[in-house]
């Protein structure tokens, strides 16, 4: 169910850039066919062109995660075009930050309807799809800021929190019908998210001195793992929050 050969497409959310296109290249590198579901419609934007070799695999699809009826139609769209769905890459999310007591309602609800309602959208939408496929994978993508508290991220630390209840809960109540659920939370990856701190030298070189490894992982890196847990059949394997980040948090 999980192998390149299986019957159906993996959908992947926020792939105009960043980690979300690693991910898709790196799926469709592995044999797989991939729906690459963007705001904009267009994937790739900070990458080569893919080879031509690559382009019958991905699926470009329109979505908005923050739009209900754009995640249902974009979702059907690639099981159409890709032969079924058989897996969901919960990528697309947004940091936004600020002093809590000056963080608007507002903006709170902004990165919890993207990193949070919509995945919970997203799998909601996706179950019907794979359970007619006799079953599937969902990797969310958390983030190591889900375990820690970090000053002015409560939004985004809550929303990367709550990723891991969710990942559990999907797990058990779907585990049943041969869907697995896991959550990969990566360290500091160098993308537009994390640029306007990994970019300045003072926090640079403390965040590096920090990671027991040495360094952050690259978004490729995210991607093989990804790519490895649907390579790889390990339906046994779900419901758990997958640190990837060197280390970090659980160093003193
Ligand atoms: P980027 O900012 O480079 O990319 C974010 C992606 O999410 C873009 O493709 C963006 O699309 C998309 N996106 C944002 N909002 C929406 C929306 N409403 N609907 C659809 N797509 C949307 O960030 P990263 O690649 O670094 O982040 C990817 C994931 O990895 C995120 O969930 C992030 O929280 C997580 N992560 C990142 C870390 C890092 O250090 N970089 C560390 C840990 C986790 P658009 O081009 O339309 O804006």
Redesign the pocket.
């Known amino acids: 169910m999980h192998s390149a050969n299986a019957q159906g497409a993996i959908a992947v ?9 690693a991910i898709a290249l790196e799926l469709a590198r592995r044999g797989f066919v991939v729906g690459c ?4 419609g267009r994937s790739f ?1 900070d990458e080569p062109a893919p080879d031509d070799d690559l382009r019958p695999r991905l699926l470009e699809e329109t ?4 739009d209900e009826a754009a995640i249902r139609r974009a979702l059907h769209a690639v099981a159409e075009r890709g032969g079924g769905l058989c897996g969901l890459v919960n ?5 936004l930050i600020g002093p809590a007591a000056e963080f608007s309602t507002a903006d709170f609800q902004q990165v919890l309807s ?2 949070l309602t ?1 995945v919970f959208v997203a799998c909601r939408e996706a179950y019907p799809l794979l359970r007619a496929q006799g079953g599937g994978l969902i990797v969310n ?5 889900g375990r820690l508290g970090v000053r002015h991220t409560a939004a ?1 630390c809550a929303s ?1 929190a709550g990723l891991s209840g969710l990942t559990r809960s999907l797990a058990v109540e779907w585990g049943p019908e041969g869907i697995a659920v896991l959550n990969l ?10 640029r306007k701190w990994l970019h300045k030298d003072w926090a640079r070189e403390r965040i590096l001195a920090r990671i027991p490894a040495g360094r ?1 992982p690259t ?1 490729e890196a995210v991607a093989r793992l990804v790519a490895a847990f649907y390579a790889e059949r390990l339906p046994y394997l779900t419901g758990e929050t997958i640190y990837m980040d060197g280390g970090l948090s659980v160093s003193h």
């Open positions: 959310t926020g792939t105009s850039r960043g980690i979300g296109a579901l963007s705001r904009g934007l979505c908005d995660v923050t990528n697309a999310g947004v940091h993207t990193n919509g993508i958390g983030s190591f800021f985004y990367k939370a990566p360290g500091y990856v160098e993308t537009e998210i994390s952050p978004g």
